[in-house]
């Protein structure tokens, strides 16, 4: 009976865990991470599915706790390669679905499940939990497994006046609890946060407050997922007698969605389309958009920049930035602000107005949750290192001693037997990223050579040969790009071409017509004269011609 | 009588601005910015001297406020290019005295000043006025003009309670006040914080109760220029018996300058030299070093990633990391406190400690100024766009009307004239960047290839072509740089030559010779095939080899 953590981009155990008994294996999510600054031109970040694939016969089924990407990126890539049942609450299984069909990936087989569902497959009994967290249909899993009782919290939060659906079932996780769970693996993401995550409600009295209080063009931007903060937005606007339009593709998407599985409330009569938003006059429009964390090409940001297509923002006007900067995002998220400002608007954001809550449990929640659970084992899940020792230190201060807390990496396997767990060998978990919509590893030469050509720029050397004697023909050429401004570079090409020929006659005189270490020599001249000359090391490419 | 912001990398007059009268003109700081992550490979970033240039004959002077390098940094590139005498305090010269050493910069005519020192050159009275900050000497500056007085806070807090000097002059800033204001030009950088920001002193109570609980080896990182809180460390070690080891190239230069010009209090007896470490019990060392920013190639994340030379951290031993991150800063700041936690030890950081307190005035000292100072004009500096909206807004709430304060952008040049001010045509203001160590201009094409030499790679094809015919001899060779991984892009390259042998052989049966048109054809093909098959836009170079 193993655990194994398998994905997070610096985070542990985010994007994917793996669960392999002896009648079978399941994954707990399957989701993506977007790349950070040291991955240029790289589209998004895939777990690892080099494990899954040694036991892909194995494979019985993929249980999702919520639906947003970071829990279901990885669907469609999973589902090219891999066939098993998907288990999910109806919404997130509806944002699957119509991720699927971007992808065109046919034939899945879906399987919607309910809060409070309980059923047994491929030797697991699984039940789903409702929990809170910053989209509906969240849940937490409880796997009834040959070791014993696991429960996986997804991402959750405590939210007794949630604004749709009901509060995390506190009922039924005290009820695991006296049934006795062997291991706890739960979210860490705010365990470095003390106290408790104010209820959503909290973000209403905000926008009701802004509401009252603007004359203009209201603009709200939050995450496209986050179906009750819109809910309050829509509410909000029913109340001020303002009518609602939606921009941004991943928010119109989501809106359209969650309005036809039931999720959201939003009446037909409150909706105006984007292209007739010129004709309502501000005091009766509000706008959902996109762009909350700075996204350059967002709607948010080209309304910031004055370039959006169709909607506009000046004095008079407010904007709600109801969202906190995911970390490497603050930047964008700034200049967004700055911009808004630069016209004229009143912008409206955390931490100086409270128009965004956390969706994640902060420690008086995670002690809750290790109270009601009393897990024998605590896996602190969801997070960098720093969070889930922090969790880990939450746990200990509950009297939970530490040689039952297990803070692992992905990639890292957990064995329980009987009702003992102990840290085996690692599976493989190098780091997987879409480049251009195909696989790449970045472990590769490619992430490294962009890293030189960003910083360095490249130069490249075109020599001609007489493929007999080795000597060169002609004045060689030298093209740089991304290197120093040519114009600044006061007569670098006509010396390098010096550098460059000096090179060839030696080569030549000594016979070399070995063109592997000809280049080198090139490469190694050239290097230590453009380092000197300007300080930098570009990728120098010497091609020769034979002529 | 001008006033013109003239740099700051999206802050304004942050790190230099032009005052010019008549009689001649002054700049106060001259300061650089570090690059953001859209230009890569930049060194660092300086104000366009532009404007400068323009009326070089006429500076008088340089005063600067204080020695962070964002008020100091541009000094040496400054005067390789004009002369004028630059003042400032012991420190910051000390501090200006050794880069320029660093950049061979020589025959600097520097001119030593102290707070409350009040003297006429130029056509201006110059007055020098203590204030706190995170570095001692630090000064704000009351010029009094042709068009009257102004005031330029420079960086500033108010401290009742320093840890060395004096607490800011509050009594000298009201009598400028009961003198009458004309302008004041105030630090904007924490307007959106409410409230007062806490004496240093906060951060030594913190210091010694780490000092009090652990056990092992010490590890504080700090700036390097934070000469108040090294002087806590050296405290809180004296007290509990620890020597105190320096590293990291810039720390080692500071505290040096630091003890030389009596800034700091650290005998000879406590400090332990970097190569005896080893020698000294863990729990009788404390060991001061760079990295607080999380910055890769700095002491803390070498040790961090157990690459440092001499410095091991382990269990039982405890890292302070006693400052906060600035903006873009922070997922190096969480690899390295990820990595320290990683070798088990204990790491206390802010806000979870209170280890660091920010040196800028927030909301309740912004009043406290604006109150003693009683300017007819506001010009809130230092800041992002937002911070100098909040700091608007503050001042609006003490009754400043709108329409004397002046939210500037760098380059806007505000006009004095009697009593009146107004803004009048902008004057040049790009962003000049230091490339290499040369000077370089980011709106060139240069960046522009950087960033997709970074995100798409790189692609070159090499042609040979009868010069006569035009005609493609042989095959062409393509050879690529930070694309897509060659292993997974299966084919690709043979099916790359063909489509360039195609496009050869099509140009050839139309007699094209003329290589510009060849290439930009070449380019086309290239480019719409390889985007549908990798969905990459490299940066395609065709060349052509005459034979």
Known sequence: MHVVPLGGLGEIGKNMTAVHQRSGMLVVDAGMAFPDEEMPGIDLVLPDFTYLREHADRLRGILLTHGHEDHVGAIPY???????????????????????????????DLREVS????????????EFINVNHSIPGAVAVALRTSAGLFVFSGDYKVDLTPIEGEPIDLGRLAALGEEGVLAYFGDSTNSERPGYVPSERVVGETLNEVFRSVEGRIIVASFASHIHRIQQVVEAAKQHDRLVAVTGRSM???????????????????????????????????VLTTGSQGEPLAALSRIASGTHRTIEVGPDDAVVVAAHPIPGNERGVSRTINNLMRRGAQVFYSPLKPVHVSGHAAQEEQKLMLSLLKPRYLVPMHGEFRHLMHHAFTARSLGIP????????????LEFRGREARRIENVPSGMFVV??????????????????????????VVARIDSQSGALVGEPDVISRGFVDPQAANGLVEASIEVVSRTLRRTASRNITDWGQLKNEIRRDLTSFLAERTNKRPMILPLIVEV
């Open 78 to 108: 999973l589902l090219r390669e891999f066939r098993a049942p998907v288990y999910g609450t109806r919404l997130t299984l509806g944002l699957v679905e119509s991720k699927l069909q971007e992808f065109g990936v046919k034939n899945a």
């Open 115 to 126: 809060a409070g569902e309980k059923f047994s497959f491929g030797g697991f009994n699984v």
């Open 252 to 286: 119109v998407r989501n809106v359209q969605i969650a309005r036809e599985l039931g999720y959201l409330d939003l009446p037909d009569a409150m909706m105006v389309d984007q292209r007739d938003i010129r004709r309502i006059p501000d005091q009766d429009l509000v």
């Open 402 to 413: 530490e040689e039952r807390i297990f803070v692992l990496e992905n990639g890292a396997r």
């Open 435 to 460: 480049d251009g919509g195909g696989l790449a590893d970045t472990s590769g030469a490619v992430m490294r050579e962009r890293q030189q050509l960003a910083e360095e720029g490249m130069f490249i």
